[in-house]
């Protein structure tokens, strides 16, 4: 995307094997429940179904901060994950928060870590307030989830005390 080659190199982080990486957890308050990245079954759906990210539950209107400086490609509803952001980190790294009850944030904003995307909800298909969250890596022609786990373990040990209202989470280069 070409809003990625404007982003500056020192905020397009590479992730490498082996090198660990400061991620800021992206709820203002800790999960009170995790629902796992990873394959699983579908009653309504009758079938196997893979789950590409973390559900994170917490009350409505918890304030969702971006994990890592990026600049917004997304903020809209999706089908099914319902009103939707997802930032551009740069080197073919992107994340996406999902079943958002609000946004201020609008394609091309550039935001700082621990930065006010939106507010917990439950819109598109969600049974109860919580952010669906994905860490995505590009292969390809295409965006892979990866398993979030370790990089939220990690990030639960770096929650802000005070995260910026949503009023002031939109940040113009």
Do not use: C
């Not at 304030?63 to 080197?91: F, K, Q, S, W």
């Amino acid at each position: 995307m070409g809003i990625t080659a404007a982003m500056p190199d020192s905020l397009a982080w590479p992730l490498r094997p082996g090198q660990p990486i400061s991620v800021v957890y992206p709820l203002a308050v800790k999960a009170s429940e995790v629902d796992p990245y990873g394959w699983r079954y579908s009653s309504s759906r009758r079938a196997w179904r893979m789950h590409a990210g973390q559900d994170l539950v917490a009350p409505a209107g918890t304030p969702v901060l971006a994990m890592l400086p990026g600049r917004v490609v997304l903020a809209e509803p999706i089908d099914g994950y319902g009103l939707t952001v997802v930032l551009d980190h740069g080197r073919g790294w992107q994340s996406l928060y999902a079943h958002l009850q609000q946004t201020n944030v609008r394609p091309g904003d550039f935001l700082t870590a621990a930065s006010t995307l939106g507010l917990v909800g439950q819109s598109g298909r969600a049974s109860g307030p919580h952010l669906h969250v994905e860490l995505r890596q590009r292969q390809g022609e295409q965006m892979l989830a990866l398993d979030t786990t370790p990089v939220l373990d990690q990030a639960t040990r770096l929650l802000p005390i005070a995260p910026p209202p949503l009023a002031e989470a939109r940040l113009q280069p």
